[in-house]
């Protein structure tokens, strides 16, 4: 097996002393799909920041393949309203590109003809395809892609979930996603890993196909591009969201699965 694009041993990361990630090992291989989900303030946006280098461990290590390129879709990116920026313009900083390749990665997320648009201006849905675009133009190895589908729909999540399965199929990278959602998630993910400042636990999608009750629950036209995960913890936390190692995990699978009705 080739070395992994991107591994954590022990990643631990503290902020103003309280620990955030503990003891957080994971690899990454080439061309894999990874969902990482966990609730609010599990850790997940700092974990991608250790990942690319930005937030420092306390202990642990991070290691990236050499010359690996990362392309990073940010949960948030707040642009000054004072000073419009076309989208073309926005796409060539910090590094210059060309219009055709621009015109290239605009038409691969469905956005095309849009470089003389105001940034400003722009829809939700238009301004993430466009912040997915600018990390496209990275040419990554892998694509990081911090809640990407926020405020979006449930056919606006499963086209996009379409959208980065085409881009992993073209382009050959790897994909790191995190969501809060714990239970929808891609289908395409090879792997999910659920998060709440430790690795609770990791596995496959379940891909449900033909049960009603389910496709109530996806609703028409997501195309199976959305799958169930199914969390089988091996310990419980207590009410502070400490983790306790144990038998007892029905209270950690009670808290974590919803109930389909
Ligand atoms: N720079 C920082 N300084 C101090 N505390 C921080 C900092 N960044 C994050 N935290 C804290 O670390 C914890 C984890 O935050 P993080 O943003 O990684 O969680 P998350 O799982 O991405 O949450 P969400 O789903 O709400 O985006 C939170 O309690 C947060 O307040």
Known sequence: MSAPLLSTRDLTVQFEGLPVLQN??????????VTVVGPNGSGKSTLLKALLGTVPPESGSVQRAPAI?????????????SLPI??????????RQSAARIAAQLDRVGVAGLQSHPMQ?????????VLLARALLMSPDLLILDEATQGLDQPGVARFYRLIEEVRRDMGCAVLMVSHDLHVVMSASDRVICLNGHVCC???????????????LFGLGTEGTLALYQHEHDHAHDAEGTHIHGPDCAHAKATLEHSHD
């Open 202 to 216: 990791q596995g496959t999608p379940h891909v449900v196909r033909s049960a009603p009750e389910y496709r109530a």
């Open 24 to 33: 957080v090992s994971l690899d990454i291989a080439r061309g894999e799909i």
């Open 86 to 95: 076309s989208v073309a313009r926005f796409l060539s900083l910090p590094k």
């Open 121 to 129: 201006g722009l829809s939700g849905g238009q301004f993430q395809r």
């Open 69 to 81: 390129s990362i392309g990073y879709v940010p949960q948030k990116l707040a642009l000054d309203a």
